[in-house]
């Protein structure tokens, strides 16, 4: 089963790279929280990672959302161009944009040619040839992070952190600006050691501009529950100002800005 679920999600992606088309899940106008400045966010449908706590699992599925035109969403971007100011643009999070990494190719290529800035929110699983074409026209990447020990990503993601490590390490070697984002979760990714091998890994890298921890929350669990699905972090509250503070003074000690979101 989980077989064919996968070429069947590969034939769609097929299908919606032919006729210029993006499977989208919603959009959000005016956005301040994903990239510098104001924002059009666009969420894409599909994602590998099954994220214990994602606050958005009816993005997870590549069968849901909505299809939008290239053109549609260029001609959202030139509306809103004139509130964008110097530092804003377009976003492109998820799900996981990289599934329709051909598409966002081409929107990233025509959104350049109007002079407006592009975000890559992104878990990094996937890094070929189509992904390295995207990160040309990408002028920010914001990289998920859920956790730098590799037995502790497969809890919270099902999967693997080796391909987001390697993503992390090309978009350094092209020089291009990157964020890291961290979601902090008690019990789960906020581990002392963890945090420092997290800093030690990074502290080289010239490309990071600054790691944003985003403080986990409960906010989702109501979608979960719609969906029929278990919620395995029901018992686990939000980091308290202690435990913040203290993963924030860790990673300062390694990069240059830390904020949290």
Known sequence: MKSET????????????????????????????????????????????????????????????????????????????????????????????????AMLSELFLRLRKEGIHTTLDTNGKVIDKQTKQLLETTDLVMLDIKHINDDWHHKITRLSNVNTLKFAEYRESTGKPMWLRYVLVPGYSDQEEYLHQLGKHFKDYKSIQKIEILPYHQLGMH???????????????????ASLKKATDILQQYFKEVSVG
């Open 6 to 101: 996968i070429t069947r999600s590969g034939n769609l992606m097929a299908d919606l790279q032919k006729s210029e088309l993006l499977r989208v899940h919603s959009i959000e106008t005016f956005g301040t929280h994903d990239g510098p400045g104001i924002r059009l966010v666009i969420f894409v449908q599909g994602c590998q990672f099954h994220c214990l706590y994602c606050a958005n699992p009816d993005t997870i599925s590549i069968e849901g959302g909505t299809l939008m035109r290239i053109d549609e969403i260029v001609e959202k971007a030139k509306k809103q161009k004139p509130f964008f100011g110097k530092n804003g643009g377009v976003t492109i999070s998820g799900g996981e944009p990289l599934l329709q990494r």
């Open 223 to 241: 979608k979960w529950e719609a969906l029929g699905w278990k919620y395995e972090l029901e018992d686990v509250k939000s980091p308290d100002i």
